[in-house]
């Protein structure tokens, strides 16, 4: 019987006198990777419109006959009530039906605290480990790492309300509940539940090369050889992962996730200091073209009206994007933990009207809730759509998901997810359609998102085992 071969914990990827260790594994091995230059990148990106990433999320799913359109046909023409807010930019969107979220077995009762925690990531935590973060690093983390390199902030995590949701479906960490995106496996990250602080955030920071863009000649040339270094770990690393068991692919996977983030963050330096070098010699033109809409307004609302919250935070989000602070933002719009909406003119709180039975008064107020987060999306689209940028607009240089982490809030099923995809992303995706017999689940749908935002990807997100191409133009 063939075993696993074993290697001294002391290995290290040597080449022309460096070392690096490796984290501490049991066996080693990695499958063959698609590296791409991060500088490569850099420099397509320069020539046009940087891409933008961004998810916003609603919990407990949506009445589906209010959801999906009708048909293909009709959902430019007569969209679904839920969709209403969204007439003027329908053409700007893409609906697909048949997108399965990731079964939760073992995790039968904790729907809830695997609703969001899996949303971004397709993927189910340690079973083993329960009362501890440990999942996997989420499709916004996955796209920061790389062109978040390129900006003031890799990324901007907002939420509605904060993170402090505390209850024990099948003994899982409360962090599960209201956190979506994860830096790794272990680590959760906070979203940001203050407008203020975001506006702060944004522009306290010393502009996009931050102080790293001015650099002496001696620290320029310790980054040219860090990156040297960088890039013999990496192709060290390639011979690595192949007969891997899962913790220590888990543990390898987490490195080299820090290593090429390391590695990215150096070459958009080195490249942000080549660009305003060849801007102030004149070789080059400014980014912001003489026909892009100026910056947009922010002002904190006063008061506790949901709405005004919420659009005030998508104004954050598109402010971020259009002054290319940050190119990948996350936005939890609620969580499942007690959210009620007096606005729209009763105080029951969401998760007990998911659970409705199908009485028209609890279905009613469902719709009416789904309804309003969808709203607030479109808000933030149409604002997206507005602004000028280069020769088309903001939107066109952005892919937004909004979505749910389940299909029925009341019996919890996970099929066909909820799915709106705003924005071209830069011409990769054909919009203004829907698409009911889309076969593929959230994995897929994440994985091909990335790809179209030129995020390349060494292994599949979750449960993904291939790309949604009939998305793509």
């Known amino acids: 019987?063939?075993?696993?071969?074993?290697?001294?914990?002391?290995?290290?990827?040597?080449?022309?006198?460096?070392?690096?260790?490796?984290?501490?594994?049991?066996?080693?091995?990695?499958?063959?990777?698609?590296?791409?230059?991060?500088?490569?990148?850099?420099?397509?990106?320069?020539?046009?419109?940087?891409?933008?990433?961004?998810?916003?999320?609603?919990?407990?799913?949506?009445?589906?006959?209010?959801?999906?359109?009708?048909?293909?046909?009709?959902?430019?023409?007569?969209?679904?009530?839920?969709?209403?807010?969204?007439?003027?930019?329908?053409?700007?969107?893409?609906?697909?039906?048949?997108?399965?979220?990731?079964?939760?077995?073992?995790?039968?009762?904790?729907?809830?605290?695997?609703?969001?925690?899996?949303?971004?990531?397709?993927?189910?935590?340690?079973?083993?480990?329960?009362?501890?973060?440990?999942?996997?690093?989420?499709?916004?983390?996955?796209?920061?790492?790389?062109?978040?390199?390129?900006?003031?902030?890799?990324?901007?995590?907002?939420?509605?309300?904060?993170?402090?949701?505390?209850?024990?479906?099948?003994?899982?960490?409360?962090?599960?509940?209201?956190?979506?995106?994860?830096?790794?496996?272990?680590?959760?990250?906070?979203?940001?539940?203050?407008?203020?602080?975001?506006?702060?955030?944004?522009?306290?920071?010393?502009?996009?090369?931050?102080?790293?863009?001015?650099?002496?000649?001696?620290?320029?040339?310790?980054?040219?050889?860090?990156?040297?270094?960088?890039?013999?770990?990496?192709?060290?690393?390639?011979?690595?992962?192949?007969?891997?068991?899962?913790?220590?692919?888990?543990?390898?996977?987490?490195?080299?996730?820090?290593?090429?983030?390391?590695?990215?963050?150096?070459?958009?330096i080195e490249f942000r200091q080549k660009e305003a070098a060849l801007e102030k010699s004149g070789l080059a033109p400014s980014r912001h073209r003489t026909t892009d809409t100026p910056p947009i307004e922010i002002k904190i609302p006063v008061g506790d009206k949901r709405s005004e919250y919420m659009q005030v935070m998508c104004d954050l989000n598109v402010l971020a994007f259009q002054t290319d602070t940050t190119r990948v933002s996350t936005y939890i719009g609620s969580t499942p933990n007690g959210v009620s909406y007096p606005e729209l003119g009763f105080k029951d709180e969401h998760h007990s009207q998911t659970h409705h039975n199908n009485q028209p008064d609890k279905v009613g107020k469902v719709a009416a809730i789904t309804k309003f987060n969808i709203a607030q999306f479109a808000y933030m689209v149409k604002r997206l759509h507005s602004i000028r940028e280069a020769d088309g607009t903001l939107l066109d240089n952005c892919l937004m998901l909004w979505g749910s982490g389940l299909e029925d809030g009341n019996k919890h099923t996970r099929e066909n997810l909820p799915f709106i995809l705003a924005g071209k992303a830069g011409g990769t995706v054909k919009t203004g359609r829907y698409l009911d017999t889309t076969q593929g689940n959230q994995g897929d749908l994440l994985t091909t998102m990335l790809s179209c935002a030129g995020v390349p990807l060494d292994r599949p997100i979750g449960i993904a085992t291939k790309q949604i191409t009939e998305m793509k133009a």
């Open 1 to 268: 019987m063939s075993r696993s071969p074993l290697i001294s914990r002391r290995t290290c990827l040597r080449g022309l006198g460096t070392t690096l260790a490796l984290p501490l594994l049991e066996v080693m091995g990695w499958a063959d990777t698609a590296k791409k230059s991060a500088t490569a990148a850099a420099a397509i990106a320069a020539a046009r419109p940087p891409l933008r990433l961004g998810f916003m999320y609603m919990p407990h799913g949506v009445i589906m006959d209010q959801f999906w359109p009708a048909t293909p046909e009709s959902y430019l023409t007569t969209p679904p009530p839920a969709l209403e807010s969204l007439r003027g930019v329908l053409d700007q969107c893409l609906l697909m039906k048949g997108i399965s979220g990731i079964p939760i077995a073992p995790f039968g009762s904790a729907p809830h605290a695997l609703e969001l925690s899996t949303w971004l990531t397709a993927q189910l935590p340690d079973s083993r480990q329960r009362n501890r973060i440990n999942i996997a690093i989420s499709a916004d983390q996955i796209a920061a790492n790389y062109i978040g390199a390129l900006t003031a902030l890799p990324s901007l995590e907002l939420a509605t309300m904060p993170q402090t949701h505390k209850e024990n479906q099948e003994g899982l960490n409360e962090g599960y509940y209201s956190h979506c995106s994860f830096r790794s496996a272990t680590q959760a990250v906070p979203a940001e539940i203050n407008p203020r602080n975001v506006l702060n955030r944004l522009f306290n920071q010393s502009g996009p090369g931050g102080a790293s863009a001015a650099l002496s000649p001696a620290a320029q040339k310790a980054q040219a050889l860090d990156r040297s270094m960088l890039d013999l770990v990496i192709t060290g690393a390639k011979d690595l992962r192949k007969q891997l068991p899962q913790d220590d692919q888990q543990k390898l996977d987490e490195y080299l996730d820090s290593v090429r983030a390391v590695e990215r963050r150096i070459a958009a």
